[in-house]
């Protein structure tokens, strides 16, 4: 016998409330001195037997009744090894169908997703009239394709072969909340929830509780330990890349496997194009590390992927990239004296030659500088160029802030050397703190010369450096500065020895804003000009700033959200998927931001920005969920214990499980029957006894 409302048979306590009120009766009796009735002695012995026999039995008559009533309340259950029941009890289940991508694993039996379908349709099978099912597909994400239980079978079936596998990756915990959600409102108290997964993706799964109350079964899937190696990842050694310079190609390959991974061939494509072929070493259980160099000889966005041999699972066999490569960055430089700027800009330039810097620094000209004086900025037209640099000015002229808001508006960029030449620091700081996120203050002199500390080593601009680059005895010395305070809003990245920032960063309207606390002039205030820091520093901030004039993450995993903020006035955007479906055109919101959740499949997506007179084209990097790959199962029996489940091995299990838990009668109704019966039993005799 079984219980399906296991907690009402604490009712059964209750029973004993008759008993404690009859004992609490008796103690109450009291001896009364009284004439001598000698002569009713007898009697008085015959009537006391029969009133305690009746209170007896009607002390047992309750205590029954109450018995009866809680074991109703908890809806017993007689199994059929009992040779007079032959009920099968009805049941709710939903099915959880794992169809993230390791499922998609060639076992020597077949596809393992393929299996698992066969597998759900047994589970179905298994049901009978009356009873009710759901589906769940289980990726990174809870998928109810049946989401309301229903008692036509015929549907979720249909439903279980039309499901297919997914790009995605496995998060165990969604999908079964959702499942006991299911069965909080089911009709059927036998409830039952059916995983049918490879056991691939748990890592870090913590203990899901049984809210539901429901019978969980895993029935795992894969007959054989899954030796598989998938690309983790592809990266270039450092974030900003400029054209026709040598930048390396990192690749990391995980080998899933506990046997020697057999000598692989990794291809190398760009643009389509196949370009190399990279020879991979057998090793042992390791991730394997890989590397080229290449230079990119066009600016813009260059796409392409790498390729492994075909294995048994064929989904991590390619991972895509985009790699933007700046080149012809042009950049205005507003000063007297331009001369270090344009040096460090473009070091190929006759200004480099005059600077004398090593050949190696005679690069292509990834920035195109050009100079004015301050005098001439009202000439400048936004659309000519994409860095506004100021260095050492004066004063900030209403010519200047004109040009400096209409920068930040049109999406552009602003780099700013503070120097020690300002005259009109009232208004100047009012303008500065309105659209450069800062306020100066008096000057200050450092003796002996102060050095810097990178405040955000992480930072892209920083990305050439050591994080202790900056001091030391070949670090540049810093002798003069300005006092400065920044906006809440605006972020330090670099300061003084004495807490004064030397860099900031400041975000306004749709450009950003990057400012020195440093002269780009002259040696009075610092060495910095005439050491091998400025160079790297200065055209890491422009290209950083560049990279900055269109805000996107070009590299996502399926399933995860593209969200991009445009620095423009666009008339549409229209996303091109990468199986050659029609574009999709994304409504912009009042801010200019754009989201897109359909990034369902791997692959490489075109994005197309559609301005007044022009149109941008950005590629965007879409790839699987790497840990995926790995797909050595969780031991079965833990996987048991974090979902208070019934682990099966074989089908046979199975059906032995079903039928000892499913078959049997509940015998609530014959039991309040008695119960009513044995109410009007004691109410007879209560009667009578009062009578008598």
Known sequence: MGFLNPAFLFGIV???????????????????????????????????RRIHLYNILLLLLRMAIITLIALALSRPLLKNNLFFVGHRAKTSCVIILDNSYSMGYQDISGQRFELARNKATEVLSSLQSGDQSALILMSDIADPVIRKLTPDLDLVRTAIQQAKLTYRGTNIVASVNLAHEILTGADNLNQEIYLITDLAGWKGTTPIPNRSGAKIFILPIGDQVAENAGITSIQASRPLIGTHLPVQIEVEIGNYTNAPLNQT????????????????????????????SHQFQTVGSHIGHLQLPMDRLEADNRRYFVFEAYGGIKTLCVTDAPFYLLAALNPSSSAGDQAGLDPSFQTSATISPGAISPSEISTVSVEDWDILLLSDLETFSSNTIQQIQAFLRAGKSLILFAGMDLVKPVQTNQNLRDWLGITLGENVIWNPPTQITLSDPQHVIFDPFEETAFIGDSAPRFFRGLEMSVESTAKVLAQFQNQIPFLVEYRIENGTVLIFNASGKTLTDADLLVTPYFLPLLQQSVLYAKSRQVAMNRQLTVGQPLSIHLRELVDRVEIGPPDGQPSKSIQLDQDRHIAFAGTDQPGIYQIDIYGNEDKQRQFLAVNLDSSESDLRPINLERAGVLLSAHTVDSQEELDQKLNTLRTGREIWGELLVLALALMGIESLVANRNQKG
């Open 14 to 48: 209750a029973a004993v409330i008759p008993l404690l009120i009859h004992l609490w009766h008796r103690r109450q009796v009291k001896t009364v001195d009284f004439s001598s009735l000698m002569f009713l002695i007898l009697a008085h012995k015959q009537t006391a």
């Open 265 to 292: 061939l990794v291809q190398v494509f760009f643009n389509d194009l196949k370009r190399r072929s990279i020879q991979l070493p057998a090793q042992l259980e390791t991730d394997l590390s890989v590397s080229f």
